[in-house]
């Protein structure tokens, strides 16, 4: 499953399948950006982060991809699974330790 | 690895009282901390970045007075709601970072019910 355009909130997909979550960041000076999950009632819990001297940057199960021209990050899910059902966050900071976050995509995994 | 304590994980009070809710970085020394609010379905509204020893900075649009906040250690931070208002129920999450790693670190949130 993929999230058409840069703002949709929702994204369903099948258990098993890749999930794509797109995040459009606005500073184009920022140049850490994180990935975050957020579970209901719960603090945002880190998934990946990447700096802007990266294009790529591969985790367990997890790849981000930066596009600084277009001021583009996603966040790829291999092999979905009901746990990864949440609400996910991308993060920027420019510097001065500030995090600014993004709307958020609510993934919903199904069996 | 970095873990950030926060307490209470949900409080109700009467409107005009006070709330006071802690954020401990238990295993690093927090220099700086942050306080966010969450609306349903919303995303995290950075409120104010809190620094230990001195005043916090606070976003623009977010009253000092009513969000009082005090950073008197390198491992606690507290954020008090004076004057609760309905207005003020939300969910409230304190981040750390970490001076070392560059990481941010979250609490588990407060949510806050003023009745």
């Known amino acids: 499953g993929e999230s058409v355009g840069l703002h949709l909130p929702t994204l369903s997909v099948q258990e098993g399948d890749n999930s794509i979550i797109n995040c459009a960041y606005s500073?184009?000076?920022?140049?850490?950006f994180i990935w975050y999950k957020q579970e209901s009632g719960k603090g945002p819990q880190f998934i990946i982060d990447i700096r802007s001297n990266m294009d790529k940057r591969q985790g367990q199960r997890v790849t981000v991809l930066l596009n600084k021209t277009v001021k583009h990050l996603s966040l790829q899910i291999a092999a979905t699974q009901p746990g990864d059902s949440a609400v996910y966050f991308c993060a920027e900071n420019w510097g001065d330790y500030k995090l600014s976050f993004g709307a958020g995509t609510t993934v919903t995994v199904r069996a | 690895g970095a873990v950030v304590s926060q307490h209470p994980s949900w409080v109700i009070c009467k409107s005009g009282t006070s709330v006071k809710i802690e954020c401990r970085s238990l295993d690093f020394q927090a220099t700086t901390m942050f306080w966010y609010r969450q609306f349903p379905k919303q995303s995290l509204m950075l409120m104010a970045t809190?620094?230990?020893?001195?005043?916090?900075?606070?976003e623009q649009g977010v009253e000092k007075d009513k969000f009082l906040i005090n950073h008197a250690s390198l491992t606690l931070s507290t954020l008090t709601v004076t004057s609760a208002h309905p207005e003020d129920s939300s969910f409230y999450i304190c981040s750390a970072a970490d001076p070392d790693t560059y990481g941010y670190t979250f609490g588990s949130g407060t949510r806050l019910t003023v009745v």
């Open positions: 809190s620094n230990e020893g001195s005043k916090a900075t606070y």
């Open positions: 500073n184009s000076a920022s140049d850490y």
